[in-house]
């Protein structure tokens, strides 16, 4: 009897988690679309070159987000994406590990170049957008590692160009999302060939919301283009490509 007990309550807790997970996936997960053609879904498309200030590293990414009428987002059925010929992967949102709702590529992102995208129904038909990235790269900034409170912040970057960068982020770090767009704000460069920038001391807040992370402020310089998408799909796309340098510091 005392098995029993015990092999009923195992069954009991792994049906529990199972329907948990089962809500959880059904709730999170993007809807599997089926349609005929571009007039049901708007694609986001975003190309990125991320340049670590602080330590010279670079990330690429390409991300190709699908997003319904209502604002949701989709993942279409038999549905392949290409850049420039090269076939992207699709979206990965299984019930366990991290969650991509988006199409994603790593190809390098570099400058003054043009990139093509194919979006290919199940039916064959080719949709396409396209963009031409910054002709100018940031290569260099230069900040303090530590910011008095309450100071404005002169930031400054090579090389400098009439163009590029075109807006400064600030962004807060937080213990559960670390640094993202939840919590930032946007600063429009109105002289970028002038290559520095005098940063508001309001923006430049103290915050100690961990004792393990001193660097909780983020200064992030934007150049971005924009691209076009075929005209079939719904309004409310967009192509955009950024390249974007950071650095985190300290301010106390």
Same mark, same amino acid.
């Given at each position: 009897?005392?098995?029993?007990? *015990? ?7 792994? #049906? ?5 997970? %089962? ?10 679309? $089926?349609?005929?053609? /571009?007039?049901?879904?708007? /694609?986001?498309?975003?190309? &990125? ?6 330590? !010279? @590293? ?17 993942? *279409? ?16 949102? $299984? ?8 199409? @994603? $590529? ?36 230069? *900040? ?6 309450? &100071? ?6 090579? /090389? ?18 670390? %640094? ?17 920038? &005098?940063?508001?001391?309001? %923006? #430049?807040?103290?915050?100690?919301? $961990?004792?393990?992370? #001193? ?9 971005? &283009? ?6 079939? %799909?719904?309004? !409310? ?16």
């Amino acid at each position: 009897m005392k098995s029993f007990i *015990i092999n009923t309550t195992t069954h009991n807790y792994f #049906l529990f988690i199972f329907i948990l997970g %089962f809500i959880y996936f059904s709730c999170e997960s993007p809807q599997l679309l $089926s349609v005929e053609g /571009p007039e049901d879904i708007r /694609p986001i498309i975003l190309l &990125t070159k991320d340049l670590n200030n602080q330590t !010279g @590293k670079i990330k690429c990414l390409i991300s190709v987000t699908i997003k319904d009428k209502d604002g949701q987002n989709v993942t *279409i059925a038999n549905c392949n994406i290409y850049v420039n010929d090269s076939l992207m992967s699709l979206p990965d949102w $299984s019930l366990f590990g991290a969650k991509r709702y988006y199409y @994603k $590529s790593t190809i390098p992102v570099v400058t003054n170049s043009l990139y093509t995208f194919k979006i290919i129904f199940s039916d064959g038909e080719i949709y396409e957008a396209w963009i031409r990235t910054p002709a100018v790269d940031i290569l260099s900034m230069t *900040i303090p590692e530590k910011h008095k409170r309450n &100071t404005a912040l002169n930031v400054q970057w090579l /090389p400098k160009d009439y163009m590029y960068p075109q807006k400064i982020i600030v962004q807060y770090w937080n213990i559960e999302d670390g %640094f993202s767009s939840d919590d930032q704000v946007i600063q429009g460069i109105p002289y970028p060939y002038i290559g520095e920038y &005098t940063l508001n001391k309001a %923006f #430049l807040r103290y915050t100690n919301k $961990s004792d393990e992370v #001193l660097e909780e402020t983020r200064i992030v310089l934007v150049s971005e &283009t924009t691209g076009e998408l075929d005209k079939n %799909f719904l309004d !409310g796309g967009s192509v955009k490509s950024q390249f974007r340098i950071y650095q985190n510091l300290e301010v106390y």
